[in-house]
């Protein structure tokens, strides 16, 4: 890692972005800051997959620019970009006959050049991310044999062997259960605090969101609501305004950071004990 | 440990890809032994460098032995093209006949026989040849909406199929001009094939081939899905349309030679895959020579099998691909 931290890895310069005849994402200008952890949120549809891709470039925006590191992103070779920035989709396709070993593997293709053989770099590349993604036991296993959980840790592993300081995540806790949910956000934190890897990613609980990101942005309708630190943005009003529905926000006594719950309002079902 | 292996399936697709290369001379062998006579192993030996006997030799040499030939490249040929479309369209269903490729093959045949009945052979080879890549241009450009996915490829390519498979259709039912050749061509046949078909195809097959093997890695990441692809670095919809003239060049070339062969390049890359895994750059040769190896039987039993008559070999590989297939999917689901 070059530039320091805080500098910016990605700015977005009034991008917008068209999905068929829905503008998914608009005129938004914000910057990816170096070093940072960052989680989008917002209710579905509000646009959050949509920025995720145009920073992967997987998408290019209608009209205003990507830049990354002051480049706009079309304009890069895009296997330079991939050496740098990981992205991992919400739900990725793969054929259910690979084995997570090959699939690791197809994160070295960045780093690949015409007709060379793999060489030791990727060998250890591919060795230290199925490590740290906790899935060197399957590595002979075949994806269709996997559980929700396990699966996500294969790609995150593919992502990890692109060594890049960047990583965008779609969603990337939706299929773990709470006991790997938790370790795939320290394990980003991780690699946040040792290798300064920045994360850019979509969260659907908010609670997980304010503990994990150094900043949260609040999207709705492809435009941005709020912006700043989560004990700042993640307010009862806030939150409520974002998602429309009445939610009650409290404080983690141990680490001061923002849980956000539903106020459900359940009727009152009375005593437990009127069941025989 | 395993994780540690630059390409697992590499090393073990070696003993499929040198028995399955072993399998193909055997069955050259055999197929050039066999027919009106059957010669010895030594026979065609020497046949094969022209000496013995100058009758033999003529028939190894000649006859026989062009046509098994024609047959192992036409087989390859289907077989990768089979293998690109599958991987390009993330279908099992990927298929230069399904798609479409061979159709328009089909009806630029036939309508060059009609319009130029006295030409038959030189007019019908490169009519279908170049009727193979309209159509798959037309497939590309009806699919094409700012990128191609492959659902949409795939509607497009059965849509061109049968449209073009109807036009054939009605340009044989409303012409007056059809002959035998006609009928074999449509069938898919190797009757009569010598080494001028030979200098058609080898050149397609071995730079086509070549590029399909070079490539092949690329359709392991394609299979992770565009978004995926992308943000690994490839550019997508260039790697696809090469993929898609590559596959073209491989189904109009064998078209052209051999007329309307079914379901190889449907089979064989599964049972390819059934043998190596997934990863293409082993299935893309294996179903190679795995394709040439089915047509080289296949063509020596519909040779053999109502002798001194020929069935078209097209009749042959869908009376066993038929099956196959369906004993595939009731075995891999």
Redesign the interface.
Same mark, same amino acid.
């Given at each position: 890692m070059t530039a320091a931290r805080g500098t910016a890895v990605f700015e977005l310069r009034g991008a917008s972005a068209r999905l068929g005849a829905h503008l998914a994402v608009r005129e938004l200008s914000l910057e990816v800051r170096r070093g940072e952890v960052t989680a989008i949120l917002g209710p579905n549809g509000s646009g959050k997959s949509t920025l995720l891709r145009l920073l992967s470039g997987s998408l290019r925006p209608t009209t205003g620019a990507v830049l990354f590191e002051g480049e706009p992103l079309e304009a890069l070779a895009p296997k330079a970009v991939a050496r740098r920035v990981a992205y991992l989709p919400q739900s990725p396709i793969a054929p259910v006959d690979l084995t997570v070993g090959e699939l690791a593997w197809r994160g070295r293709y960045p780093h690949r050049r015409w007709l060379t053989a793999a060489g030791e770099a990727d060998r250890r590349a591919v060795e230290t991310a199925m490590s740290l993604a906790e899935v060197d036991e399957l590595a002979d296993r075949t994806l269709g044999t996997l559980s929700g959980g396990e699966r996500q840790r294969a790609w995150v592993a593919l992502a990890l062997a692109q060594e890049p300081d960047v990583l965008l995540l779609d969603e990337p806790t939706t299929f773990l259960d709470i006991g790997h949910q938790a370790d795939l956000l320290r394990l980003l934190a991780r690699l946040n605090r040792d290798r300064g890897l920045t994360v850019v990613m979509v969260l659907h609980d908010l609670s997980q969101a304010a503990h994990a990101a150094d900043r949260v942005i609040g999207l709705h309708d492809g435009a941005v609501v709020f912006d700043g630190a989560p004990t700042e943005v993640l307010t009862a009003e806030g939150v409520s305004s974002l998602f429309g529905t009445r939610v009650r926000v409290m404080l983690d006594p141990d680490s001061g950071r923002p849980v956000v719950l539903p106020a459900l309002d359940m009727p009152d079902r009375g005593e437990a004990s009127t069941h025989p | 440990?395993?994780?540690?292996?630059?390409?697992? =399936?590499m090393i073990r697709a070696a003993p499929a890809l040198s028995g399955a290369a072993l399998l193909l001379v055997l069955a050259m062998l055999l197929a050039v032994s066999v027919g009106a006579f059957l010669l010895t192993p030594s026979e065609v030996l020497r046949g094969l460098i022209e000496r013995g006997d100058p009758v033999t030799a003529r028939i190894v040499h000649d006859l026989r032995l062009p046509r098994v030939m024609i047959a192992a490249l036409v087989g390859a040929n289907l077989a990768i093209a089979g293998a690109l479309l599958q991987g390009i369209t993330?279908n099992p269903l990927g298929d230069p006949h399904l798609l479409g490729f061979s159709a328009g093959a089909g009806l630029f045949a036939v309508i060059a026989i009609d319009v130029l009945p006295a030409t038959p052979t030189a007019i019908v080879t490169p009519a279908a040849f170049v009727g193979s890549l309209v159509s798959a241009a037309v497939v590309y450009a009806l699919a094409w909406r700012s990128g191609i996915t492959p659902v949409r490829f795939a509607l497009a390519g059965v849509a061109v199929a049968a449209l073009f498979t109807a036009l054939s259709t009605a340009v044989l039912a409303t012409s007056d001009r059809f002959t035998q050749s006609v009928l074999a061509f449509l069938a898919g046949g190797l009757y009569g094939s010598g080494w001028d078909e030979v200098q058609h195809i080898w050149p397609y097959t071995l730079i086509a081939g070549a590029g399909a093997i070079?490539m092949a890695?690329n359709l392991?990441?394609l299979?992770?899905?565009?978004?995926?692809a =992308?943000?690994?670095?490839?550019?997508v919809e260039r790697v696809r349309l090469g993929l898609v003239v590559v596959a073209a060049l491989l189904t109009g070339s064998a078209v052209a030679v051999a007329g309307l062969l079914a379901f190889i390049g449907l089979m064989v890359p599964h049972v390819a =895959?059934l043998a190596v895994?997934?990863?293409y750059r082993a299935v893309v040769p294996l179903s190679a020579l795995l394709g040439a190896l089915l047509l080289v039987l296949a063509d020596t039993l519909a040779r053999v099998v109502i002798a001194p008559v020929e069935i078209p070999v097209g009749i042959v590989t869908a009376v066993l691909g038929a099956p196959a297939l369906l004993l595939l999917i009731r075995t891999r689901t």
């Amino acid at each position: 890692m070059t530039a320091a931290r805080g500098t910016a890895v990605f700015e977005l310069r009034g991008a917008s972005a068209r999905l068929g005849a829905h503008l998914a994402v608009r005129e938004l200008s914000l910057e990816v800051r170096r070093g940072e952890v960052t989680a989008i949120l917002g209710p579905n549809g509000s646009g959050k997959s949509t920025l995720l891709r145009l920073l992967s470039g997987s998408l290019r925006p209608t009209t205003g620019a990507v830049l990354f590191e002051g480049e706009p992103l079309e304009a890069l070779a895009p296997k330079a970009v991939a050496r740098r920035v990981a992205y991992l989709p919400q739900s990725p396709i793969a054929p259910v006959d690979l084995t997570v070993g090959e699939l690791a593997w197809r994160g070295r293709y960045p780093h690949r050049r015409w007709l060379t053989a793999a060489g030791e770099a990727d060998r250890r590349a591919v060795e230290t991310a199925m490590s740290l993604a906790e899935v060197d036991e399957l590595a002979d296993r075949t994806l269709g044999t996997l559980s929700g959980g396990e699966r996500q840790r294969a790609w995150v592993a593919l992502a990890l062997a692109q060594e890049p300081d960047v990583l965008l995540l779609d969603e990337p806790t939706t299929f773990l259960d709470i006991g790997h949910q938790a370790d795939l956000l320290r394990l980003l934190a991780r690699l946040n605090r040792d290798r300064g890897l920045t994360v850019v990613m979509v969260l659907h609980d908010l609670s997980q969101a304010a503990h994990a990101a150094d900043r949260v942005i609040g999207l709705h309708d492809g435009a941005v609501v709020f912006d700043g630190a989560p004990t700042e943005v993640l307010t009862a009003e806030g939150v409520s305004s974002l998602f429309g529905t009445r939610v009650r926000v409290m404080l983690d006594p141990d680490s001061g950071r923002p849980v956000v719950l539903p106020a459900l309002d359940m009727p009152d079902r009375g005593e437990a004990s009127t069941h025989p | 440990m395993a994780t540690s292996r630059p390409s697992p =399936r590499m090393i073990r697709a070696a003993p499929a890809l040198s028995g399955a290369a072993l399998l193909l001379v055997l069955a050259m062998l055999l197929a050039v032994s066999v027919g009106a006579f059957l010669l010895t192993p030594s026979e065609v030996l020497r046949g094969l460098i022209e000496r013995g006997d100058p009758v033999t030799a003529r028939i190894v040499h000649d006859l026989r032995l062009p046509r098994v030939m024609i047959a192992a490249l036409v087989g390859a040929n289907l077989a990768i093209a089979g293998a690109l479309l599958q991987g390009i369209t993330r279908n099992p269903l990927g298929d230069p006949h399904l798609l479409g490729f061979s159709a328009g093959a089909g009806l630029f045949a036939v309508i060059a026989i009609d319009v130029l009945p006295a030409t038959p052979t030189a007019i019908v080879t490169p009519a279908a040849f170049v009727g193979s890549l309209v159509s798959a241009a037309v497939v590309y450009a009806l699919a094409w909406r700012s990128g191609i996915t492959p659902v949409r490829f795939a509607l497009a390519g059965v849509a061109v199929a049968a449209l073009f498979t109807a036009l054939s259709t009605a340009v044989l039912a409303t012409s007056d001009r059809f002959t035998q050749s006609v009928l074999a061509f449509l069938a898919g046949g190797l009757y009569g094939s010598g080494w001028d078909e030979v200098q058609h195809i080898w050149p397609y097959t071995l730079i086509a081939g070549a590029g399909a093997i070079v490539m092949a890695d690329n359709l392991n990441v394609l299979a992770l899905g565009d978004d995926v692809a =992308r943000s690994l670095g490839m550019r997508v919809e260039r790697v696809r349309l090469g993929l898609v003239v590559v596959a073209a060049l491989l189904t109009g070339s064998a078209v052209a030679v051999a007329g309307l062969l079914a379901f190889i390049g449907l089979m064989v890359p599964h049972v390819a =895959r059934l043998a190596v895994g997934g990863d293409y750059r082993a299935v893309v040769p294996l179903s190679a020579l795995l394709g040439a190896l089915l047509l080289v039987l296949a063509d020596t039993l519909a040779r053999v099998v109502i002798a001194p008559v020929e069935i078209p070999v097209g009749i042959v590989t869908a009376v066993l691909g038929a099956p196959a297939l369906l004993l595939l999917i009731r075995t891999r689901t």
